[in-house]
């Protein structure tokens, strides 16, 4: 496997019948950038989705607290964009993980309710 090969050109040698979404990362594919400058009303804000409380350890396992200290500051919050009530689910279930998530970060996680209709319109365009 070559690492320097992009997404794009990973595709193009695995054939016809390989879509991939026109999305820069996750949070794109459920807002678009014009909905997260109105979700975060102009504030600095660090944008999570539902893998990421469940995961966070894992996805940041080679930052030790020095790297969280000098990234997450930098936001006002973080905006956990929210489909599935997951936050919800955590906020009964498992507080401490969110808690803990939160305290690494050293900023507070928001829940923000979003539909999956951007995610679903994205999916559907790769039909065509």
């Not at 009303?41 to 350890?57: C, R």
């Not at 396992?61 to 955590?90: G, R, V």
Request: proline share 4%.
């Amino acid at each position: 496997v070559d690492p320097f090969k992009d997404i794009d050109k990973i595709i193009q040698t695995q054939g016809t019948g390989i879509s991939r979404i026109n999305a820069k990362n996750c949070i794109d594919m459920f807002t678009t950038a014009e909905e997260r400058e109105k979700i975060s009303e102009g504030k600095k804000v660090y944008w999570l989705s539902s893998g990421w409380i469940e995961n966070w350890k894992q996805i940041f396992k080679t930052w030790d607290h020095a790297k969280a200290n000098e990234t997450f500051p930098q936001n006002e919050k973080a905006i956990f964009l929210d489909a599935i009530a997951t936050f919800d689910k955590y906020s009964h279930s498992s507080p401490e993980k969110i808690l803990e998530f939160s305290d690494w970060m050293a900023i507070p996680i928001e829940p923000y309710k979003i539909s999956l209709d951007r995610f679903k319109k994205l999916l559907l365009e790769c039909l065509k």
